[in-house]
């Protein structure tokens, strides 16, 4: 699996995960290693989490956690990413530091927080199962937790399959004026969506899409909602774990492999510096980066695990089957950034 790399062809082949974990002999758990104090963790007994997953997903991946560490008692605040991240900042310019983990989906603020020395450095031993392009660099600062992919989904009750969008392209028949949906600006998977299209099919694309009169939600959640209900037709980059949990639950959905690929981004995890519960949150890095967090959190959010000993979320075709697309410089994505929210903002009426 080819998606994207945060470390230069230099530092892979100088990379030796396993001689940069945290310690020489991990202590072997039920299915995973840890270099934590696992009676100071349990001592500590609190471990609080910043996520933009949906609550039910965080929930579900909590209480897996709580089942292995009972004595842990383990809570998590739920923002949007940009949301997230603001209220992060305020926090620890105030010298005020309440969260032990932080999970990130925009690339943007990750590699931000990183320069302002955010993310503390804990090299788990289970990062010996992880490709040197999922891992930080250097190695420790933050991991893949997970892959979105997105494309294409719409509600079959209300569009005919041999009507639906079959590609990217197709999403700027003016047929989907007023009745299709976006991610707001603060999406880390939005903001890759604008730069692939604009890549594949060139500037004039988005200038076409805005005359459709897109509408933009803060959660794919409120996507599908809209979708289902017949409010919409149509998501634009729709995460497929979306549409996984939708279609579980009996909804009238459909979901669209565009032509093109599936867009693809990070869901990444670490510890940051200053944490209040630093046992707990190297105890919990270790649980999720191995095999039982890693398959709690395909089951909670069913987005793709990194790993390749972890199964595809329920539900799901192999990650191999499709097309990938994902920026292949980091640098010109981020330098992107501005511009892209200006853009966006303009375009669904959010200026």
């Not at 992060?88 to 932080?102: G, V």
């Not at 990750?110 to 289970?126: H, I, T």
């Not at 939005?190 to 694309?205: A, I, P, R, V």
Request: net charge neutral; aromatic share 12%.
């Amino acid at each position: 699996m080819s998606i994207m790399r945060t470390l230069g062809l230099a530092s892979v082949l100088a990379l030796s995960v396993a001689s940069a974990q945290a310690c020489d002999n991990p202590r072997q758990m039920n299915g995973f290693k840890t270099c934590a104090n696992v009676e100071q963790a349990e001592k500590e007994g609190q471990l609080v989490i910043y996520s933009p997953d949906p609550e039910t997903n965080q929930a579900a991946l909590v209480a897996e956690f709580k089942t292995a560490f009972p004595k842990i008692n383990t809570t998590f605040l739920r923002l949007q990413t940009g949301a997230l991240y603001a209220k992060l900042m305020a926090e620890r310019q105030a010298r005020t530091y309440q969260n032990d983990i932080l999970v990130l989906t925009d690339m943007t603020f990750v590699l931000d927080f990183q320069k302002r020395g955010g993310w503390a450095k804990y090299p788990s031993p289970e990062y010996a199962a992880y490709k040197p392009e999922h891992l930080s660099n250097p190695v420790g600062m933050y991991s893949w937790g997970g892959v979105i992919v997105a494309g294409i989904a719409y509600n079959p009750t209300t569009l005919k399959e041999a009507d639906a969008p079959k590609s990217w392209k197709d999403l700027l028949d003016p047929r989907w004026k007023d009745v299709i949906n976006v991610k707001v600006s603060n999406s880390g998977l939005q903001h890759q969506t604008w730069m692939l299209m604009k890549q594949l099919h060139g500037d004039e694309y988005w200038k076409q899409f805005s005359t459709l009169n897109p509408r933009a939600f803060d959660s794919y959640v409120q996507q599908y909602d809209r979708t289902v209900s017949g409010q919409d037709q149509v998501i634009s980059t729709a995460q497929y774990s979306g549409y996984l949990q939708f279609k579980a639950k009996g909804a009238p959905i459909a979901f669209t492999f565009p032509t093109e690929g599936m867009v693809a981004a990070p869901s990444l995890t670490g510890i940051v510096e200053q944490a209040p519960h630093p046992e707990a949150a190297r105890l919990y890095m270790d649980w999720f980066a191995g095999v039982p967090g890693q398959t709690a959190y395909a089951k909670a959010t069913s987005l793709y695990s990194v790993r390749t000993d972890v199964a595809a979320p329920a539900g799901a075709v192999p990650i191999t089957t499709f097309k990938l697309l994902s920026p292949t410089d980091w640098d010109a994505f981020l330098k992107t950034h501005s511009q892209f929210v200006k853009e966006w903002n303009t375009m669904v009426g959010m200026r």
